[in-house]
């Protein structure tokens, strides 16, 4: 009886988790930024020490590919900078900003020469454009 009832009770639990991720009011936009965040972990992890700079040419590449395609679809919804009553043109350009700093990143990666302290340097930038958005247009809610 015992038994059933901790089954039962981890079944409720792992249901009332489910309708929980299934339910939240995730805009278009968070949906995207998510997507970026996870690349953007990735990247962190790809600049951080001399070895991992090393072996992570193609991994850079591709996410820097992948974030620069996101960007691109979150710089044409216009939510975001309806609700701050603020232009569109400025939210595409700090939209812009990141692109480019993710461009900046992929091509120092595919350089010959290029040291793990240059793509430190370029992730840092890089970072500084999400922040520079949020500011902005990502006040909380
Ligand atoms: C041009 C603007 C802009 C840039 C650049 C930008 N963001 Fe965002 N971000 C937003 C807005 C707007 C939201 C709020 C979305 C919402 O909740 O509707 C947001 C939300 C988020 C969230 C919360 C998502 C959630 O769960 O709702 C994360 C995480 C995030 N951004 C990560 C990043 C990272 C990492 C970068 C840089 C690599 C970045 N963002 C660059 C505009 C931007």
């Given at each position: 009886?015992?038994?059933?009832?901790?089954?039962?009770?981890?079944?409720?639990?792992?249901?009332?988790?489910?309708?929980?991720?299934?339910?939240?009011?995730e805009?278009?936009?968070?949906k995207?930024?998510?997507?970026?965040?996870?690349?953007?972990n990735?990247?962190?992890?790809?600049?951080?020490?001399?070895a991992?700079?090393?072996?992570?040419?193609?991994?850079?590449?591709?996410?820097?590919?992948?974030?620069?395609?996101?960007?691109?679809?979150?710089?044409?919804?216009k939510?975001?900078a309806?609700?701050?009553?603020?232009p569109?043109?400025?939210?595409?350009?700090?939209?812009?900003?990141?692109?480019k700093?993710?461009?900046?990143?992929?091509?120092?990666?595919?350089?010959?020469?290029?040291?793990?302290?240059?793509?430190?340097?370029?992730f840092?930038a890089?970072?500084?454009?999400c922040?520079?958005?949020?500011?902005?247009f990502?006040?909380?809610?």
């Amino acid at each position: 009886m015992l038994r059933k009832f901790a089954i039962l009770s981890v079944t409720l639990i792992t249901l009332a988790g489910l309708s929980f991720a299934a339910d939240d009011d995730e805009t278009p936009t968070g949906k995207i930024m998510e997507q970026i965040q996870n690349k953007t972990n990735a990247l962190r992890k790809a600049t951080r020490t001399k070895a991992d700079f090393a072996k992570s040419t193609k991994v850079i590449t591709t996410d820097t590919e992948a974030v620069v395609k996101l960007a691109k679809e979150a710089r044409e919804i216009k939510e975001p900078a309806e609700k701050e009553k603020k232009p569109l043109a400025a939210y595409q350009k700090l939209m812009d900003d990141m692109i480019k700093s993710a461009e900046d990143l992929s091509k120092l990666a595919n350089k010959s020469g290029s040291t793990q302290i240059q793509a430190k340097e370029a992730f840092t930038a890089y970072t500084k454009t999400c922040a520079a958005c949020h500011e902005v247009f990502k006040k909380d809610e």
